[in-house]
């Protein structure tokens, strides 16, 4: 990585080097974070979306399909929804890094309909000027909104560079008409999912609204999405519960309000997601 880009992105960070998290304003579908530690950090997980990674200082080290991975100041991570990971510093000097999270539906919709399932990049570090150039504006000021024009700019030049690195054809290979009835589905059980997040919601309430049987629906909501409506149930209540933990709310007040039988049960679920506890996560974030 040059020296100009070295100096746009560590504009807003932190010098000391003890374990950080520092999340952005969040902006619909999009989330941003920069992490700072040494060591192992965090425990095997898996996310919903796409995660992309932008490695600043150290080696990136992170265990991801069966081999151990390593990323380089410069390189980008990309990391395919709902694959177990694992995330630490490949040296004793720490790493500091930046994420980029993107819901698949911002992927989908940019591609167009002309792709019926989401790009997958086998590698998961890459040396890529144009990809990083997304990254780095992206991910530059994490202390300042995304305008929905920067946005958007970002998700498209994203998708376009994940379709060129991805393995085999994504490409359209059933009737408009049917593609287009499948997608409509799959959108309205996810707004439905997102809006009754903090809640049980039943098979029979999205049968209902999407007009497909429950196994269908969770075959084509995976193809859309990268996972299952129960999971991204799941991933939307943590997503709330995190804003809450950085808002320093309780822990016992946010298990509830978000939906969890208890603070156990949000522990539970909060480490399978993001690799470390709630109370790591708000001890990291105000540190």
Not at 39 to 51: C, I, L, Q, S, V
Not at 105 to 129: M, Q
Not at 205 to 210: D, K, M, R, V
Request: aromatic share 8%; with cysteine.
């Amino acid at each position: 990585m040059n020296e100009s880009i070295n100096l746009r992105l560590e504009r807003s960070c932190k010098s000391s080097a003890s374990a950080q998290i520092i999340s952005s304003p969040s902006v619909s579908g999009l989330s941003r974070i920069q992490a700072r530690f040494i060591g192992d950090f965090f425990e095997p997980h898996r996310h919903d979306t796409y995660a992309l990674g932008l490695t600043m200082q150290g080696i990136q080290a992170f265990g991801y399909r069966g081999d151990r991975r390593y990323s380089q100041p410069g390189q980008i991570i990309v990391l395919h929804p709902d694959e177990l990971h694992d995330g630490g510093s490949g040296t004793d000097e720490g790493l500091l890094y930046r994420m980029l999270y993107l819901e698949p539906s911002l992927i989908r919709d940019a591609l167009g309909e002309k792709y019926v399932s989401l790009p997958f990049v086998e590698t998961p570090v890459l040396d890529d000027p144009e990809l990083q150039t997304a990254m780095i504006a992206a991910l530059g000021e994490l202390e300042c909104n995304l305008s929905d024009l920067a946005r958007d700019d970002t998700i498209s030049q994203i998708a376009h560079c994940l379709v060129r690195h991805a393995k085999g054809s994504h490409a359209k290979s059933s009737k408009p008409s049917v593609r287009k009835t499948h997608s409509s589905a799959v959108d309205r059980a996810k707004d439905f999912l997102y809006e009754n997040a903090c809640r049980n919601v039943h098979s029979e309430e999205l049968e209902q609204i999407t007009g497909m049987d429950r196994f269908t629906l969770s075959r084509h909501f995976r193809k859309a999405f990268g996972t299952s409506p129960h999971r991204f149930l799941i991933m939307r209540r943590l997503e709330f519960a995190r804003r809450m933990i950085e808002e320093k709310h309780p822990l016992a007040d946010i298990a509830f309000t978000v939906g969890f039988a208890d603070q156990s049960h949000l522990n539970r679920h909060f480490k399978k997601a993001y690799g470390i506890s709630p109370g790591q996560w708000a001890s990291y974030c105000n540190s």
